[in-house]
C-alpha cells in the first residue's frame, strides 16, 4: 500500500494509515482504557517518530485516539498499580527501564525535538500525559466536544512528562498556574482562548478530515523549508535569547538548505510558473 524505504517498527494499540500522499496518521487504539499509554508502547512510540523523521516519503504525521470520547487519558494506571505492587513485594525487575518513558517522553512526543512536525488531532478528553503530548505537538486541532487537563497535582503528583515548562511558555504563568495547580479540568473554547490549540472543528466528524486538510498544506511546501522553518520554531521557543536563536538555526541550517535541490526546485518554478516538483529532504 505504501512505498516506504523501510518498513514501521512494530507497534500494540496502535493504527498507522496514510490518508494523503506524505502524510502519516497514528491512532491510539485502546479505547476501552481511554487511550491511556502502557511502558512498553511509550518506547514503541518513539521508535515509530524516529522511523518517521527518517522515512523519506512522509512529511507530516497526525496523531489521534480511537473512538469518540478520549484522545488519551494519560499512563494505564492498572499497569502503574501492578508495577508499583511488585515492587512493594519485593519482586526484582530484570528490565527496570522498561518501566519508564523514553528521553523523549511521553508517548515517544512530550520531550520530543525531532525534525518533522506531528499534528494532534483530539477527539475527546486530554488528561495528563494526553495532554502533555497536545503541548509539544506542532499544531492541534480539537473536536468541539474535546477537553484538556492536568491532574497530576489533584493525585499528589506533577505532570513529570516534560508539559509545565511548555505550558508556561506558550500561555504565561498566571494561566498555567491556573491549570497546573488546580488540576481542573477546561473546554476546547478556554484551550484555544489561550492558544494551546490552533482550532475547533466544525464537528467531531470532521475532525480528521480537517486535520488531514492542514497536514495537506504543510505536506505540500518544500521538505526541506518544513525540517528548516519548524527548527527555527523550536529553537526560538527553546532558546531564551532571540537572537541566539536565528545564529543557531542559521549556522546549522542555511548553507545547506541553499545547496539543496529543492532550494533550487522551488526558486525555478516559480521562475517558470509551474509547481514545484519536491525531493524528500536530504537535510
Same mark, same amino acid.
Given at each position: 500500500?505504501?512505498?516506504?524505504?523501510?518498513?514501521?517498527?512494530?507497534?500494540?494499540?496502535?493504527?498507522?494509515?496514510?490518508?494523503?500522499?506524505?502524510?502519516?496518521?497514528?491512532?491510539?487504539?485502546?479505547?476501552?482504557?481511554?487511550?491511556?499509554?502502557?511502558?512498553?508502547?511509550?518506547?514503541?512510540?518513539?521508535?515509530?517518530?524516529?522511523?518517521?523523521?527518517?522515512?523519506?516519503?512522509?512529511?507530516?504525521?497526525?496523531?489521534?485516539?480511537? @473512538?469518540?470520547?478520549?484522545?488519551?487519558?494519560?499512563?494505564?494506571?492498572?499497569?502503574?498499580? #501492578?508495577?508499583?505492587?511488585?515492587?512493594?513485594?519485593?519482586?526484582?525487575?530484570?528490565?527496570?527501564?522498561?518501566?519508564?518513558?523514553?528521553?523523549? @517522553?511521553?508517548? @515517544?512526543?512530550?520531550?520530543?525535538?525531532?525534525? #518533522?512536525?506531528?499534528?494532534?488531532?483530539?477527539?475527546?478528553?486530554?488528561?495528563?500525559?494526553?495532554?502533555?503530548?497536545?503541548?509539544?505537538?506542532?499544531?492541534?486541532?480539537?473536536?468541539?466536544?474535546?477537553?484538556?487537563?492536568?491532574?497530576?497535582?489533584?493525585?499528589?503528583?506533577?505532570?513529570?512528562?516534560?508539559?509545565?515548562?511548555?505550558?508556561?511558555?506558550?500561555?504565561?504563568?498566571?494561566?498555567?498556574?491556573?491549570?497546573?495547580?488546580? @488540576?481542573?479540568?477546561?473546554?476546547?473554547?478556554?484551550?484555544?482562548?489561550?492558544?494551546?490549540?490552533?482550532?475547533?472543528?466544525?464537528?467531531?466528524?470532521?475532525?480528521?478530515?480537517?486535520?488531514?486538510?492542514?497536514?495537506?498544506?504543510?505536506?505540500?511546501?518544500?521538505?526541506?523549508?518544513?525540517?528548516?522553518?519548524?527548527?527555527?520554531?523550536?529553537?526560538?521557543?527553546?532558546?531564551?535569547?532571540?537572537?541566539?536563536?536565528?545564529?543557531?538555526?542559521?549556522?546549522?541550517?542555511?548553507?545547506?538548505?541553499?545547496?539543496?535541490?529543492?532550494?533550487?526546485?522551488?526558486?525555478?518554478?516559480?521562475?517558470?510558473?509551474?509547481?514545484?516538483?519536491?525531493?524528500?529532504?536530504?537535510?
Amino acid at each position: 500500500m505504501n512505498s516506504w524505504a523501510t518498513p514501521p517498527p512494530a507497534l500494540d494499540d496502535c493504527i498507522l494509515n496514510v490518508p494523503s500522499p506524505h502524510v502519516l496518521l497514528v491512532t491510539l487504539n485502546r479505547p476501552k482504557r481511554m487511550n491511556s499509554i502502557p511502558y512498553a508502547l511509550h518506547w514503541q512510540l518513539e521508535a515509530l517518530w524516529s522511523w518517521f523523521d527518517d522515512e523519506p516519503s512522509l512529511r507530516v504525521a497526525i496523531i489521534t485516539g480511537a @473512538g469518540n470520547k478520549s484522545f488519551c487519558a494519560g499512563s494505564d494506571l492498572i499497569e502503574i498499580d #501492578k508495577v508499583n505492587t511488585a515492587k512493594q513485594s519485593g519482586q526484582v525487575d530484570a528490565e527496570p527501564w522498561k518501566h519508564s518513558h523514553p528521553k523523549s @517522553g511521553f508517548a @515517544g512526543l512530550s520531550r520530543r525535538e525531532g525534525r #518533522k512536525p506531528i499534528i494532534a488531532a483530539v477527539n475527546g478528553f486530554a488528561l495528563g500525559g494526553g495532554m502533555e503530548i497536545v503541548l509539544n505537538c506542532d499544531m492541534v486541532i480539537a473536536s468541539p466536544t474535546a477537553s484538556f487537563g492536568l491532574p497530576e497535582a489533584q493525585r499528589g503528583l506533577y505532570a513529570s512528562g516534560g508539559g509545565l515548562p511548555r505550558l508556561l511558555r506558550t500561555v504565561g504563568l498566571p494561566v498555567a498556574s491556573d491549570i497546573a495547580l488546580t @488540576g481542573r479540568r477546561f473546554s476546547v473554547e478556554e484551550a484555544r482562548e489561550c492558544h494551546l490549540i490552533n482550532r475547533i472543528a466544525k464537528s467531531s466528524e470532521s475532525l480528521l478530515r480537517e486535520a488531514v486538510e492542514i497536514a495537506n498544506s504543510i505536506a505540500a511546501i518544500s521538505p526541506d523549508a518544513i525540517v528548516v522553518t519548524r527548527a527555527a520554531l523550536r529553537e526560538a521557543w527553546e532558546t531564551a535569547s532571540v537572537e541566539r536563536a536565528f545564529q543557531l538555526t542559521h549556522a546549522r541550517f542555511d548553507s545547506r538548505l541553499m545547496k539543496g535541490f529543492n532550494a533550487k526546485e522551488g526558486l525555478a518554478a516559480f521562475k517558470e510558473k509551474r509547481p514545484p516538483r519536491w525531493q524528500g529532504s536530504k537535510l
